[in-house]
């Protein structure tokens, strides 16, 4: 499979394209829209300049690590549908350019959030991208059904970064910022690797529904939508929001639980061809962008974030 690949590049010439989608653009989105969040709830203020360059990193740091995780997982991508025609498959760029954009990328994120913002931000940055690119892409993936559960928290880090970038310190907020999306992540993946396993299966990565079946993995969907519920209330719990941010927790986890309750108790899919799973997906993407929204809506309504 490497050398079709290789071969393949040498045929293919890459643009400015090919490299733009090694970052996982659609992925980044999400990334970008939760550091900023996190950036704009942050109790105090930052220079609009430093602030779009915070956020400039998070995605700089995002981006070279999808890179290093293309870049490593370019013979499994070719194996699996859902990945097949990402360049490196294709053939239009060669792994060490890939490799090499991932890592210049990634250095280069660290080292500007460094000197421009603050170096503790940097530092969870560079955690960051070392949490996805190698623990979680060569470590857990393709060792342990529990690979998204852990490596959950590469995609936690965003709002992270972006508070710390404001603040210069880590306090319990951001701390529970990083939980939700934590627990968020092992539902929302699972609804999707429930209607792709075969092709998780095919190239031998051994996620939840292909290792433990599909009865196990429909109950532990629910099981971390309940306790999503109990994580996304937590802010109010502790006085770092107000109304806004609580009652649309509660409103958008709550839905997220009732469209968990479906996938979890039934025995079937074949008749709907995964609809109630596909709909789950669907809605956790746009959950996690409207709870941060509700998140910097009550901040900057109500004033709140300043008590944690």
């Known amino acids: 499979m490497t050398s079709t690949i290789a071969s393949q590049a040498q045929a293919l010439p890459a643009d400015w394209r090919d490299f733009f989608a090694l970052t996982k653009p659609r992925v980044m989105s999400l990334v970008v829209f939760t550091g900023l969040c996190g950036l704009l709830a942050a109790p105090g203020h930052i220079h609009p300049v430093l602030g779009f360059t915070a956020v400039l990193c998070i995605a700089m740091g995002a ?52 000197v421009a913002v603050n170096w503790l931000a940097a530092v969870i940055l560079a955690l960051s991208v070392v949490y996805y690119a190698v623990v979680y892409t060569i470590w857990l993936k393709p060792r342990t059904p529990q690979n998204i559960v852990i490596g959950g928290g590469a995609g936690a880090f965003p709002p992270l970064i972006g508070w710390v970038a ?9 701390v529970v910022l990083f939980a939700i999306i934590f627990v968020w992540t092992p539902p929302h993946f699972w609804a999707l690797a429930l209607f792709v396993k075969t092709d998780y299966a095919k190239v031998g990565i051994p996620m939840l529904p292909v290792v433990a079946g599909e009865a196990a993995t429909r109950r532990q969907i629910l099981l971390y939508s309940i306790v999503l519920l109990a994580v996304s209330l937590v802010p109010w719990a502790i006085g770092g929001t107000g109304a806004i941010y609580g009652l649309a927790a509660l409103l958008l986890s709550g839905v997220f639980l009732a469209l968990a309750v479906p996938v979890a108790f039934r025995r079937s899919a074949v008749e709907d061809r995964m609809r109630p799973e596909k709909r789950l997906f669907a809605f956790s993407v746009l959950y996690l962008f409207a709870l941060f929204a509700a998140l910097v809506a009550d901040r900057l309504i109500l004033g709140q974030g300043l008590a944690a």
Not at 65 to 93: F, S
């Open 166 to 174: 404001v603040t210069g310190e880590i306090t319990l907020m951001p």
């Open 63 to 114: 981006g070279g690590a999808a890179a290093l995780n293309q870049w490593w997982e370019a013979d499994i991508d070719a194996g699996m549908k859902r990945t097949a025609q990402r360049p490196l498959p294709q053939g239009r760029l060669r792994r060490t350019d890939a490799r090499d954009f991932g890592v210049a990328l990634a250095a280069a994120s660290v080292g500007i959030m460094g």
